[in-house]
């Protein structure tokens, strides 16, 4: 099972797990978010593979996608409300959204027992994301720990694996793995504030971190920004 929101981490995860897995279902989350073009990105991505990559293509199991309005509720940031992207007193900018990680993780699990998966991979990063608690290899690993006390099937050994294959990567790595993957970063959303049409502001810094990533790699950056 695999949390893909159609960004550039969540897609290569995708990647990475087609190319080692006999069968991946995804998930996605709706909970108001304001980029939630990434939603429609996330279905022209499956699309493709279907169509160019027969060889992953018939291990594309169900797709998941999971309203949660009540996260967007509870969240006053410029994720989910019409404010400017800046840094609170805390540090940590005000695009981190309070348990989202949590939220996610818990829901993913739970539909992988459902669904009778036993690996769940996710995107997070630890190293390009501005000291974000819940992109840790210790709060992964601890998530871990909780799900398989959670469910009778963990506690009788059948484990549930939380990977997370991107955690200590640049996004320089990132790109350049997706790239070997066959990844087609045009099709993806990673801008925090894009239009409608999918277009990036080229400001905040996912699309700084995603630009510089492009420049560094040595490939040429696919994003189409606003005007």
Same mark, same amino acid.
């Given at each position: ?11 290569t995860?995708l ?11 995804? +998930?996605a989350? =709706?909970?108001?978010?304001r ?14 593979i279907?169509? %160019? ?8 199991? %169900? $797709?998941?996608l999971?309203?949660?309005p009540? /996260?967007?509720?509870?969240s ?11 840094? !609170? ?6 695009a981190f ?12 699990a ?5 669904? $009778?998966?036993?690996?769940? +991979?996710t995107? +997070?990063c ?11 290899? !210790?709060y ?12 009778? &099937? ?11 294959? /991107? ?11 997706? &790239? ?9 959303v990673?801008?925090? %504030?894009? $239009?409608n =049409? ?30």
């Amino acid at each position: 099972m695999v949390l893909f929101s159609g960004g550039q981490d969540s897609t290569t995860c995708l990647a990475w797990a087609l190319a080692r897995y006999a069968r991946v279902e995804t +998930v996605a989350f =709706d909970y108001g978010q304001r980029h939630a073009v990434e939603l429609d990105c996330r279905l022209q991505v499956l699309a493709q593979i279907k169509q %160019q990559f027969p060889a992953w293509a018939h291990k594309l199991g %169900q $797709d998941h996608l999971l309203p949660i309005p009540v /996260l967007g509720a509870i969240s006053e940031t410029s994720l989910t409300r019409e404010k400017a992207i800046e840094i !609170e007193s805390s540090g940590l900018p005000n695009a981190f959204v309070p348990g989202r990680n949590l939220l996610f993780l818990t829901l993913a699990a739970a539909l992988a027992y459902r669904r $009778d998966l036993r690996h769940l +991979v996710t995107g +997070v990063c630890e190293t390009d994301y501005s000291g974000y608690p819940d992109c840790r290899p !210790e709060y992964i690993a601890a998530f871990e720990t909780m799900a398989n006390l959670a469910t009778k &099937a963990g506690v009788e050994g059948h484990k549930l694996s939380i990977h997370a294959p /991107l955690i200590d990567l640049s996004k320089t790595e990132i790109i350049r793995a997706g &790239a070997a993957l066959g990844v087609d970063y045009s099709l993806t959303v990673s801008c925090y %504030q894009a $239009d409608n =049409d999918g277009r990036a502001c080229g400001v905040c810094d996912s699309c700084r971190l995603r630009a510089e990533g492009f420049s560094a790699a040595g490939l040429p950056d696919p994003t189409v920004y606003q005007s």
